[in-house]
């Protein structure tokens, strides 16, 4: 008797939908971080905006790449010895859901404006490159280019694909867009995973574009 081939398939897509987990890096297995471009390295998402891991973030490499802000979110290191002609802005915050980043929104965009005026660029550093530097990236996105949440998001993640800010900056990130802009581009939903939990709209989207593209990896069935 030849098997059904269709139960491995819905049975292989069920166990690979439950193991997602939100507000966590991406699996290790994806390709992305099989050749480490994205986890190890600062990304350009703009000519004026980088954003990085603060093991990427040396001396040598600020100034090969010119930017003139540093904007440093992770208390876990401390930054390089740069020269007189970089600003370091030093942003004391866990990369947790309960701490609050928005008090450093309006610093933060100051700094960037003032750095922008000046014709420079900016470099978004926390300790991997995914949460604290991606939240602040994506409010210098929308304070720059006048523009929402979810679109600032969308070019924050095209230029470092492994972006995650986690449940509770993403929050903060949506009041703030509702205050500035009258209405939020992005919802927090309840996971599927946890009724007690929320989770960005926009990822639960992510996340169903995932099994579409594993779904239509698989041979046809006929």
């Excluded at 703009?46 to 600020?62: C, D, K, N, Q, V």
């Excluded at 703030?176 to 996971?191: D, N, Q, R």
């Excluded at 946890?194 to 639960?204: A, H, N, Q, R, S």
Aim: aromatic share 10%.
């Amino acid at each position: 008797m030849v098997p059904d081939r269709s139960l491995y398939m819905v049975s292989f897509l069920s166990l690979w939908h439950k193991k997602l987990k939100f507000g966590k890096r991406p699996p290790k297995n994806t390709k992305m971080c099989n050749n480490k471009r994205w986890e190890l390295g600062l990304s350009q998402v703009r000519p004026w905006l980088w954003i990085g891991p603060a093991r990427a973030a040396t001396s040598e490499r600020i100034s090969s790449i010119g930017v003139k802000l540093v904007v440093w979110a992770t208390p876990e290191a401390e930054p390089p010895n740069l020269t007189i002609e970089n600003t370091v802005l030093r942003i004391i915050v866990k990369d947790d859901p309960s701490a609050n980043l928005r008090i450093f929104f309006s610093m933060v965009l100051d700094a960037v404006r003032a750095c922008r005026a000046a014709e420079g660029s900016v470099v978004f550093i926390c300790r991997a490159g995914i949460s604290r530097s991606a939240s602040l990236a994506i409010i210098s996105v929308m304070s720059e280019e006048y523009t929402d949440l979810r679109s600032a998001y969308n070019i924050v993640k095209a230029g470092r694909p492994i972006i995650r800010p986690n449940t509770g900056f993403f929050r903060q990130m949506i009041e703030y867009e509702s205050e500035i802009l009258g209405a939020a581009s992005v919802k927090m939903t309840k996971s599927p995973y946890d009724e007690k939990e929320e989770v960005p709209d926009i990822y639960l989207e992510e996340s169903s574009l995932k099994v579409s593209q594993t779904f239509s990896t698989f041979i046809p069935l006929s």
